[in-house]
């Protein structure tokens, strides 16, 4: 899932929930619901954020950091349509070994 923005009406945020896969997603995803994880967001018409809603933040980045860097390899290597049939598999080892 990280790197691709995909279409809510296509079933895969249900799909997801139904399968119970924790998804961590970018602030722009915020209200989606199901099993996708976003950060707080903050607005300059509300107070700050407290320290609690930061620490999670953080927690969200560095989990996020992750994939996205597991993900960014992995494309680096392999780009879209090249036909590796296992792309899902390698991408989740290369998000697993950082």
């Given at each position: 899932?990280?790197?691709?923005?995909?279409?809510?009406?296509?079933?895969?945020i249900?799909a997801?929930t139904a399968?119970?896969?924790?998804?961590?997603?970018?602030k722009?995803?915020?209200?989606?619901?199901?099993?996708?994880?976003?950060?707080?967001?903050?607005?300059?018409?509300?107070?700050?954020?407290?320290?609690?809603?930061?620490?999670v933040?953080?927690?969200?980045?560095?989990?996020?950091?992750?994939g996205?860097?597991?993900?960014?390899?992995?494309?680096?290597?392999?780009?879209?349509?090249?036909?590796?049939?296992?792309?899902?598999?390698?991408?989740?080892?290369?998000?697993?070994?950082?």
């Amino acid at each position: 899932m990280w790197g691709f923005r995909f279409n809510p009406g296509l079933g895969l945020i249900d799909a997801l929930t139904a399968a119970e896969v924790k998804t961590f997603a970018d602030k722009g995803y915020q209200g989606t619901g199901g099993s996708i994880r976003t950060p707080f967001k903050g607005h300059r018409l509300r107070p700050p954020l407290s320290r609690h809603q930061r620490s999670v933040n953080r927690a969200h980045a560095r989990i996020r950091a992750c994939g996205e860097r597991g993900s960014r390899r992995w494309l680096s290597r392999h780009p879209r349509g090249t036909g590796c049939q296992s792309w899902a598999e390698r991408t989740r080892r290369a998000a697993a070994s950082c």
